[in-house]
């Protein structure tokens, strides 16, 4: 199991930008595959970003063009960029991780069923 802890959150007019952190313990960049995740008041968790071990990117179609999703094996650290926030943007953003490669091959890293290994969560407010 591996520990997240997100961090970055905060509050932000439309059109800006916020940077968020996953800083994970016991990691291996060569086994995991890693994903951010966003749930707004009443609404079901959904996929935003996810990363592959091997660099591979995947975006949910709401957030392409606006989020990039990186990472710092020095520092094992899992970033979104979030550029041109929208007021939909709003959400708690969570980074998860895990390990069946399985899920990878299926193309379902942004189903967030089948991550095991979740942080607590981060809060983003867009503004209008």
């Known amino acids: 199991q591996v520990q997240l802890v997100e961090s970055g959150g905060g509050s932000v007019q439309a059109g800006g930008s916020l940077r968020l952190s996953c800083a994970a313990s016991r990691y291996s960049y060569s086994s995991y595959f890693m994903g951010w995740f966003r749930q707004a008041p009443g609404k079901e968790r959904e996929g935003v970003a996810a990363?592959?071990?091997?660099?591979?990117?995947t975006y949910a179609d709401s957030v392409k063009g606006r989020f990039t999703i990186s990472q710092d094996n020095t520092k094992n650290t899992l970033y979104l960029q979030m550029d041109s926030l929208k007021p939909e943007d709003t959400a708690m953003y969570y980074c998860a991780a895990d390990l069946n490669p399985s899920v990878v091959a299926s193309g379902l890293v942004l189903d967030w069923l089948e991550y095991s290994d979740w942080g607590q969560g981060t809060q983003v407010t867009v503004s209008s």
């Open positions: 990363l592959t071990s091997d660099g591979r990117t």
